[in-house]
């Protein structure tokens, strides 16, 4: 197994380059667990892993070290929640995409919903907007484009899904991804420690709420 390509960013930082975004969930717990002296933060994204270094800490030593560091290749059928960081969200499946991605996967709109609710997803990294998570790990059956043309405005609490990623829009913005349903589940509330409700690493479970949703037909 060949050593990650690690490049300076800027005076205290490092980013490491990985296969795909398993791989970077790998290495951010990885380094969780046992970070080498000098770490002060990660930032995971889809394909990188941003590392800060903290101030006055060796950064030339640093980088030795993760050059160095070796992770086991994530099990794809691994949906053990190690660290019990679980969260529930439900979810009443009444999204304006859901016929679409029926068709698009070949599904029916009720199928979709069982394959939305029917694994353990995972927090990948932060993004867009604070407090949307992007969730890996969820039935392959689902994967589908983003829409064609995205919408001036999609509702907070919006559940959707893109390529590979599922998520939760914490506020109203625009966006192109599919919907298929929506959540009273507040992901960004400055009031709660921490403001974001699904941090790296966290898992999630959708639950269909006992509110009507398209998907009973």
């Known amino acids: 197994m ?5 490049l300076a960013y800027g005076d205290r930082a490092l980013l490491v380059e990985l296969e795909d975004t398993d791989v970077v969930v790998a290495w951010t717990q990885a380094l969780r667990e046992q970070p080498p002296p000098g770490i002060a933060d990660l930032v995971p994204a889809a394909a990188t892993l941003l590392v800060l270094v903290d101030e006055g800490a060796d950064v030339a030593a640093v980088r030795r070290e993760l050059e160095a560091l070796r992770v086991e290749p994530p099990d794809p059928g691994d949906t ?5 960081d679980l969260v529930e969200i439900p979810v009443t499946y009444d999204g304006p995409d859901l016929a679409d991605v029926a068709e698009l996967t070949g599904l029916s709109e009720r199928e979709v919903v069982e394959a939305h609710t029917g694994t353990t997803w995972r927090v990948a990294f932060g993004g867009f907007a604070p407090g949307f998570g992007y969730l890996i790990g969820g039935d392959p059956r689902l994967e589908v484009p983003r829409r064609d043309s995205a ?3 999609v509702p907070a609490g919006a559940v959707g899904l893109a390529g590979e990623f599922s998520g939760v829009y914490p506020r109203e913005s625009p966006g192109g991804w599919q919907l298929i349903g929506t959540t009273s589940v507040a992901m ?3 009031d709660r420690d921490p403001p974001a409700l699904l941090r790296a690493g966290a898992h999630v479970r959708f639950v269909e709420s ?4 398209r998907g009973d037909t």
């Open 2 to 6: 060949s050593g990650p390509s690690v």
């Open 210 to 213: 006992t509110e009507h949703s």
């Open 151 to 153: 919408r001036r405005a």
């Open 80 to 84: 053990s929640d190690d660290d019990g």
């Open 188 to 190: 960004w509330d400055l």
